[in-house]
């Protein structure tokens, strides 16, 4: 048996593992929608969680909202939920997609910036994943870094299930929303560093995304157009000048950061745009390959909002970028 035959079998073993029916692992409050799967991101219990005595909790994201339109608190086991094109009548392109829902970093809306958004883009032949993370505030080891570090490990567990799924592993987007924005700006346009100890034979898999999407995304922490709420979550009320700076993602851009695409409102009260345009300045001093649309309305938190409420039309402008870019 060669090295390369015993790494893929290591590799195919470990999100085998990972990909079990996991029922008993974590508490869902309510069934999930049609055609998709759930699995946790690591195998028994999220590292750093000694001191954690938070209850995970999954509610309504409004009071009108729908059984598909939840959202998550205290998140205690991470997951990635899978939506396969065949199961809305698409056929595979042979790409994947990684979303990365927002709420703030302090709960995560998995249906509005989750579900729908894998409807539409498996829809277009992508297998999707959307990600669960664990949240900064609830006592984690790493603090501000537990939310990246279960982004490290469900972008190399895609690429890990790359043969499985019968989808290229060298195009993978990722796409996150508001916070979930921040996130993905973390993961994709920094140099990547290690977070975590290595667990199995996934974590082989270099922290690397063919295209990068930030849709109306969180990303200054200093400065009048940070956002509060997300800047207290991550730092807490008082933070020093040099972290502000450090999680402030227009700031070590990295040119190694795969083209990236934005969109914003310009009424956007919450995240003002001008988050995407800074982001959109320093990516262009590195020479990364951008696009940035900004809409006339649509407020904070658009996502798949209809038209003439917002622009619903945002996502045929991604897939006609990424299209161009091999995704």
């Known amino acids: 048996m060669t090295q390369i035959d015993r790494r893929t079998l290591l590799t195919g073993a470990a999100v085998t593992a990972a990909m079990a029916p996991a029922t008993a692992a974590f508490a869902q409050s309510f069934p999930l929608p049609q055609g998709f799967e759930r699995f946790p991101i690591w195998p028994g219990k999220a590292p750093g969680g000694e001191n954690v005595h938070v209850q995970e909790v999954e509610s309504?994201?409004?009071?009108?909202?729908?059984?598909?339109?939840?959202?998550?608190?205290h998140i205690v086991t991470p997951t990635l939920t899978i939506l396969r094109p065949e199961a809305v009548g698409a056929k595979p392109n042979g790409a994947a997609m990684l979303f990365i829902p927002g709420g703030g970093y302090l709960r995560v809306a998995i249906g509005h910036e989750g579900y729908s958004l894998a409807r539409r883009f498996a829809q277009a032949?992508?297998?999707?994943?959307?990600?669960?993370?664990?949240?900064?505030?609830?006592?984690?080891?790493?603090?501000?870094?537990?939310?990246?570090?279960?982004?490290?490990?469900a972008l190399r567990l895609v690429r890990a299930l790359a043969r499985k799924e019968k989808f290229d592993a060298s195009r993978i987007g990722v796409m996150g929303f508001s916070a979930g924005g921040h996130l993905a700006a973390w993961l994709t346009s920094r140099t990547p560093a290690e977070t975590y100890r290595p667990i199995?034979?996934?974590?082989?898999?270099?922290?690397?995304?063919?295209?990068?999407?930030?849709?109306?995304?969180?990303?200054?922490?200093?400065?009048?157009?940070?956002?509060?709420?997300?800047?207290?979550?991550?730092?807490?009320?008082?933070?020093?000048?040099?972290?502000?700076?450090?999680?402030?993602?227009?700031?070590?851009?990295?040119?190694?950061?795969p083209p990236v695409f934005l969109a914003h409102a310009l009424d956007d009260k919450a995240v003002p745009p001008e988050n995407s345009l800074s982001m959109l300045a320093a990516l262009r001093a590195k020479g990364i390959p951008a696009e940035c649309h900004l809409f006339e309305n649509g407020g904070h938190g658009f996502g798949l909002v209809p038209e003439p409420a917002a622009p619903a039309h945002w996502p045929n402008l991604f897939l006609s970028f990424a299209k161009r870019h091999t995704l």
């Not at 009108?64 to 939840?70: A, I, N, V």
């Not at 993370?133 to 990246?148: I, S, V």
């Open 200 to 257: 199995d034979a996934a974590d082989r898999e270099p922290i690397k995304a063919a295209l990068a999407a930030y849709i109306y995304p969180v990303i200054q922490m200093q400065g009048p157009f940070a956002h509060a709420g997300s800047r207290t979550q991550l730092l807490g009320a008082n933070p020093a000048p040099e972290r502000l700076r450090g999680l402030s993602l227009d700031q070590d851009v990295s040119a190694e950061t």
């Open 125 to 153: 032949g992508y297998v999707c994943f959307v990600l669960l993370y664990r949240l900064p505030g609830d006592g984690w080891a790493a603090g501000p870094e537990a939310p990246l570090q279960d982004a490290q490990r």
């Open 60 to 73: 309504l994201r409004r009071p009108d909202s729908g059984p598909d339109d939840g959202v998550f608190a």
